[in-house]
């Protein structure tokens, strides 16, 4: 059945002019061919791209809505509530991730793709570091390298859906406790800084192993200090952030980098960033949280010995660790509808 | 549909859009930044630029008023339903099911298992002497297993962390486990596989999946007593991310 579907929608494909199933907007993130780069993709129109990204989202969704449909219908037998909103909502979802992809495609990609293969040309740096003399780079040179990978990172990452949607569930789940756009913007950080931080290894040339492991062991540590409530937020965004818009671009960075440095491979170091873009937004979502809980226990220090009895200060500490701004967290023991938390 | 209702919903259609472009800002000042200041060169695309960034807005705001209306509900509901049904198996095979049915189907996937199966396939033919069916055949043999093993990883870490959420188990100690593992097998595994194993992690979150398995997990949270949506709902994502990395690992110390 599935195959059948797929065998249809390529051959719907081919006949809009596709005859590469590979070419599209779900490029593999890390392995670029040149069409990214170089002109090949501006040949297309923007309408027949279109038609490709909305079959390809469908092949994405096919097994999801198959599974879905399996265990609804044999295993649950439940009646959905409001299928038609269910299936408008689908399709919204079909729809603007096409339109995404493929805007992203037209207008984003290949100047920021450009940009950061230019940027680790030597004829920008202004010198050729790469002769005889001078075999290592210097990596004080690459200042508009970093700041680019920094807010490349940061600005891709507040754009992108998959953090949105986790970011608004969790603003949702916290009774408001936590801003989603706070979360985000501390995500964005962490994958700003951490690209930096990539970018600056590949050019001083070194180890990547020892920079995740000690980035590892920075996350072990923390976790044991930070508050409880937002250890499986802030784990759960490590690996959101390498979605759609950062990885084509961020990969474009570290190809191009470790293309042009002498004494660096590729692959290696092309992989390098992804790792880095996963690991730094942990140890930035739990520090976001932990400047939290430092300001809110500074704030309620002198509010203690002035007043001194107000019902709304939490007494435990339990509960001091898990209120990360003034409002408490939802409580636990409602296990009829979550829909009513949600805050509007 | 009344005018006044019409109103409304462009009204709330425009605010959409607003906050979308807000979100798309930071990107656009840094393009704009690096070409005018940095490059010192014109907009030369003006025309798809904004052709583009229109479809771009409109992309992810349609996309976030699909989410609200279609995968959060449906995640949600059906994580209240399998709760009432009270069944563990048909929960974990649900789980299994939608980790693995999304992942082996990954267009992103299937490209890098095709990329990863020349890189380590023309390794061996430098040593062993292959032929060029040989090499073919092999290619295609290891590209499946990678795609296997992967989407077998993701339903397993669908299945570990929906049990996690029954059982109410602490994730850190879970997920710094899987954290050691990673690094150990890093240290021993042969060094063309460990991108791949590391790239594997990031494609399998994709774009619908994320928001679909976060609303299970915290459905799932919500409607098992003792359960904090916010501690116990979150969680999936991240295992969802390392097993890739552990199993693409095995498989190169394997092969």
């Not at chain 1, 439940?78 to 038609?84: D, I, S, T």
């Not at chain 1, 500490?317 to 023991?333: G, W």
Request: glycine residues 8%.
């Amino acid at each position: 059945m599935v195959m059948l579907a797929i065998d249809t929608i390529a051959l719907a494909l081919q006949g809009v002019g596709f005859n590469d199933f590979e070419f599209g907007n779900w490029m593999p993130p890390a392995w670029m061919p040149p069409a990214w780069t170089g002109n090949a993709v501006e040949k297309i129109s923007i309408a027949g791209r279109l038609a490709a990204s909305i079959l390809s989202t469908i092949v994405d969704i096919l097994p999801i809505a198959g599974v879905i449909l399996f265990f609804q219908m044999v295993v649950l037998r439940r009646p959905l509530a409001n299928p038609q909103r269910l299936f408008l909502g689908f399709f919204f979802v079909l729809l603007g991730l096409s339109f995404f992809l493929v805007g992203l495609d037209v207008a984003l990609f290949p100047l920021g793709s450009e940009m950061a293969r230019q940027l680790t040309e030597p004829e920008f740096l202004g010198t050729a570091w790469d002769n005889e003399q001078n075999p290592s780079a210097d990596w004080r040179m690459f200042y508009w390298t970093y700041l680019f990978a920094f807010s490349i990172g940061f600005s891709a990452t507040i754009a992108e859906p998959a953090l949105i949607a986790v970011a608004m569930k969790a603003e949702e789940v916290s009774g408001g406790a936590l801003r989603a756009k706070n979360l985000r913007w501390a995500v964005a950080v962490g994958v700003g800084v951490g690209i930096t931080l990539g970018v600056f290894r590949i050019i001083a040339g070194h180890s990547l192993p020892a920079y995740i492991v000690t980035a590892y062991l920075f996350v072990v540590v923390q976790t044991w200090f930070a508050p409880k409530s937002i250890v499986p937020l802030a784990y759960d965004s490590g690996g959101v952030t390498t979605s759609t818009i950062t990885v084509p671009i961020i990969t474009a960075l570290g190809l191009g980098l470790s293309s042009q440095i002498p004494g660096r491979n590729v692959l290696i170091d092309g992989f390098g960033l992804i790792a880095f873009a996963c690991l730094f937004p942990i140890i930035s979502v739990m520090g976001y949280a932990q400047i939290g809980q430092w300001l809110n226990q500074r704030q309620r220090k002198p509010a203690k010995q002035s007043v001194s009895s107000t019902a709304t200060v939490p007494s435990t500490e339990e509960q001091a660790q898990t209120s990360l701004a003034e409002r408490p967290l939802k409580e636990k023991l409602e296990p009829d509808d979550p829909a009513q938390d949600s805050p509007n | 549909m009344n005018l006044q209702s019409i109103k409304i919903l462009l009204q709330k259609s425009l605010t959409a859009l607003g906050v979308r472009f807000r979100d798309l800002l930071p990107i656009l000042i840094t393009i704009t930044f690096f070409q005018l200041f940095v490059f010192q060169q014109g907009l030369e695309n003006l025309g798809s630029l904004i052709i583009g960034l229109v479809m771009v807005v409109c992309g992810l705001a349609l996309f976030i008023s699909g989410l609200e209306m279609g995968l959060f509900p449906l995640g949600e509901q059906m994580a209240r339903d399998f709760a009432k049904k009270g069944s563990l198996f048909w929960l974990v095979a649900f789980a299994f099911s939608l980790g693995f049915g999304t992942t082996f189907a990954e267009p992103a996937l299937i490209a890098v298992a095709q990329k990863a199966s020349e890189l380590v396939v023309s390794a061996d033919a430098e040593e062993f002497l292959l032929d060029a069916e040989q090499i073919d055949r092999k290619q295609k043999q290891f590209a499946f297993v990678l795609r296997l093993m992967v989407a077998v990883a993701v339903g397993l870490a669908l299945v570990l962390g929906v049990i996690r959420i029954i059982k109410g188990w602490p994730l850190h100690y879970i997920i710094i486990g899987g954290y050691a593992l990673v690094v150990s097998m890093t240290l021993i595994a042969p060094k063309t596989i460990v991108g791949i194993a590391y790239d594997s992690g990031g494609v399998t979150t994709s774009t619908i999946t994320v928001p679909l398995t976060a609303a299970l997990g915290i459905g799932l949270a919500s409607c098992i007593k003792g359960r904090n949506s916010l501690l116990d709902g979150f969680g999936l994502i991240a295992f969802a991310s390392i097993t890739p990395i552990i199993f693409v690992l095995l498989l190169g110390m394997l092969w």
